[in-house]
């Protein structure tokens, strides 16, 4: 015979949170250590933190401190609030915060924590259960915990967060010095993208700095909007019929790209100085772009004025 599992209200086990379910989870922290594959010892309840009182403090395998926050209630702000607060104060390699209700922010919260942050989140949520007319036992779901693509998208994130401010201070010293020497992109303001654009007279034309890891680009970027039929491929062309005294007029060949079965075209000079990524040689690069910039304006600029658009 198969008996039916039946689930108790928590508070009908342990009417007080402090006082019956953290003490028994001092007195039973393997049950946590095997939902979790964690090895927590030398449990402490109620231990201070600064002005705050944890309701649990552990070691892990390697001595380091794990905070664990319990709530027989559904999860709420001023828990995970409190979560925070005891990690930081006690430099806590870990935090486990125990609900008998997670809600689906929550549960997104500690995902972002473990992505996010240099200490381990886990989120539990509690429940007490009996079969037939036996004593309730604690059961003990983990509902979020690290993991290594966890850790993985982290470290994604966190090299997205320094690219962007890599290239806005790219961005930002290259205005600098190209504010000296041209008024083209005098009132553009540097963003954290790849690329850093001003208008060339006529709607969809643009003159775009481009920059990448290790090289960068100065371009004529034509793209006339989605409901401009073919504008962008003719303007390309009337441009293209004058290339010969367009390049003798730059110095050197371009990249023209019409960019079959795309709505936008290219007309650019790939540099090869470097990129966002070799800071010791920024000055270096963002004067070639600079440069760059002012000879594609002074070929362009005429030929762009002719245009009968």
């Known amino acids: 015979m198969i ?30 250590n095997e939902i979790l594959d964690l090895t927590l010892t030398n449990v402490e309840r109620e231990r201070s933190a600064g002005s705050f009182s944890v309701d649990l403090v552990a070691e892990d395998a390697s001595g380091g401190v794990v905070v664990i926050e319990n709530q027989l209630e559904r999860s709420d702000h001023e828990h ?28 997104r919260a500690i995902t972002w924590l473990n992505e996010s942050a240099s200490a381990s989140f886990y989120l539990v949520k509690a429940e007490a259960v009996r079969i037939g007319e036996s004593p309730p036992a604690a059961l003990l779901t983990l509902i979020v915990g690290p993991s290594e693509e966890g850790r993985q998208v982290g470290d994604k994130k966190e090299e997205l967060a320094e690219r962007y401010v890599l290239r806005q201070r790219f961005w930002t010293a290259l205005l600098d010095r190209a504010r000296k020497q041209t008024k083209l992109h005098a009132n553009i303001s540097p963003g954290r993208e790849n690329w850093l654009g001003t208008g060339a007279g006529i709607s969809g034309l643009g003159y775009n700095y ?31 019929g004058a290339k010969g005294e367009i390049e003798a007029a730059y110095g050197s060949s371009l990249v023209w790209e019409r960019l079959e ?25 963002q004067d070639a772009m600079i440069d760059a910039m002012i000879r594609l304006e002074k070929a362009l600029g005429p030929h762009i004025r002719r245009l009968k658009v």
């Open 3 to 32: 008996g039916k599992l039946q689930r108790v209200p928590l508070r009908e086990v342990w009417q007080h949170e402090a006082q019956g379910f953290t003490k028994w989870l001092e007195e039973n922290c393997d049950v946590l």
């Open 80 to 107: 995970l609030g409190k979560l925070l607060t005891y990690l930081t104060a006690l430099e806590a390699k870990a935090g486990i915060w125990i609900v008998a209700d997670p809600r689906p922010e929550h549960v």
């Open 210 to 240: 481009v920059i990448g890891q290790h090289e960068a680009r100065v371009e004529l970027y034509i793209d006339r909007g989605r409901d401009s039929g073919d504008q962008s491929k003719v303007i390309f062309d009337a441009i293209e």
């Open 261 to 285: 079965g795309k709505r936008a075209c290219r007309i650019s000079d790939v540099l090869q100085d470097g990129g966002y990524r070799d800071e010791e040689r920024w000055p270096q690069i």
